[in-house]
């Protein structure tokens, strides 16, 4: 009797199970039906069907998208808006770009809202092979550094113009320096010495704030991959293939991603996400064009990244004469902000009083001490940013520094 009361417990139960699971498929069947009628009735070109992340409960679907826009800044810097470049392609995908692939791997971020740590890694990888040139290696930086390190996020969501500004910055190590964890965890749990095996980009901008389709597909060709984000909406999750447009559902949060390519033929952008490989088509997908002027706002806050650009200097005046009493004269210096540069006397009797500073513009204050020897010309040089300015002494010409200038302080 016991034995028979225990199986008939046990039967209830596995019945009971069985019934939810049951109940819950027909929901997830119903609501995949609803999205797909609503896909025919805009005549859109997409198919929905039960994925990896529409199947999660909903909390665990706004971790997917919960990324935060950026707040503009003084400093931030924008690529000049330019006309559809001349000779464009119809298309192009960096995964086979002249039969080269120029795209890591897809990731999975997991249930921490680190979809901006993994877009902004994603560009970095990709630039990383588009410098170094090696097409199809499958490089893999540590997002869980930018999770964990860089102060742009959390598992609770983040920003990519910080994330952005940290690889520029710092950079990011291999993926064996901080494996992903998902979790917030401890920039005292990375390898010591990480920054040394950091990569970092010269510089990046933004290529727009709003959505720009002539913008965005410029800066594909011109910098390859971009990092940019947009609003999700509940049909996204179901997404399987064909070229996504909104069709149904209510708003659930912003996500970031990698733009890899365009398409003119079918008006669509190509699209790397960070769900897994096991979503849309293996990992990726296509969205119209028309998503970057309605409510999904695709392209937002596109960003790409650059190499360092080469330093240059202004350097003025050249050369400049003293009288046989010496005296003191400034060297102006102008550079780009990031540009290093240092002022070195190349004569005992010539002395650096005080440089302003030592990247970007500035100016060297120096004297010149009087000469042992009056009516005796005598020249030596001062060099600065790399390039020489002569100072002569002792010549008679009109073009002295006696007089000019002040020492530092004076």
């Given amino acids: 009797m016991k034995r028979t009361a225990s199986s008939r417990v046990l039967f209830v139960a596995v019945a009971a199970i069985c019934g939810l699971l049951f109940a819950n498929g027909l929901a997830f069947a119903s609501e995949v039906d609803d999205i797909n009628k609503a896909i ?17 409960p909903y909390s665990e679907q706004k971790l997917r998208a919960a990324a935060q826009k950026p707040h503009l800044k003084n400093t931030d810097t924008f690529l000049a808006a330019e006309p559809p470049l001349a000779g464009a392609p119809l ?17 999975n ?70 494996y992903y964890t998902g979790t917030n965890g401890s920039c005292a749990t990375a390898a010591a010495g ?16 709003s959505p720009s389709v002539t913008a965005i597909k410029n800066a594909l060709v011109t910098y390859g991959p971009l990092v940019t984000m947009y609003q999700v909406y509940q049909d996204f999750l179901s997404y399987k293939s064909g070229i996504y447009s909104y069709a149904t559902g209510s708003y659930l949060g912003n996500h970031c991603v990698l733009i890899v390519g365009y398409d003119d033929v079918g008006q669509n952008f190509i699209v790397k996400n960070s769900w897994g490989s096991g979503w849309g088509e293996a990992g990726y997908f296509k969205i119209a064009y ?46 780009r902000a990031d540009c290093s540069w240092s002022a070195v006397s190349n004569a005992s009797w010539i002395t650096i009083d005080q440089v302003t500073a030592s990247q970007g513009n500035g100016t060297v204050y120096y004297s010149v001490a009087p000469n042992p020897t009056p009516g005796t010309a005598r020249k030596g040089s001062i060099t600065v940013a790399t390039q020489s300015v002569t100072v002569s002494q002792g010549t008679t010409t009109n073009n002295t520094a006696k007089g000019r200038g002040k020492k530092p302080g004076k």
């Avoid at 290696?137 to 969501?157: I, K, M, P, R």
């Avoid at 202004?314 to 102006?332: C, E, H, L, R």
């Fill in 40 to 56: 025919k009735e805009k005549k859109a070109k997409w198919v929905a069907g039960e994925t990896s992340v529409s199947k999660l």
């Fill in 91 to 107: 298309g192009v995908d960096w995964r086979n770009y002249n039969g080269l692939n120029y795209v890591t791997p897809v990731r």
């Fill in 109 to 178: 971020q997991g249930g921490c809202a680190s979809c901006w740590a993994f877009a902004t890694t994603a560009a970095l990888e990709s630039f990383f092979l588009r410098q170094e040139n090696l097409p199809g290696q499958n490089e893999d930086f540590a997002e869980q550094v930018l999770v964990s390190c860089s102060g742009a996020g959390t598992c609770g969501g983040g920003y990519i113009d910080q994330a952005s500004s940290f690889i520029r910055d710092t950079g990011l190590p291999p993926e064996m320096d901080y």
């Fill in 194 to 209: 990480w920054q040394q095996a950091a990569y970092q980009i010269g510089s990046w901008s933004y290529v727009c704030v």
């Fill in 290 to 335: 028309s998503e970057c002027g309605n409510g999904v706002q695709f392209g937002e806050y596109t960003i790409a990244y650059t190499p360092q650009v080469a330093c240059s200097y202004g350097i003025s005046p050249k050369s400049q004469s003293f009288t046989d009493a010496g005296g003191v004269a400034t060297i102006t210096v102008t550079a």
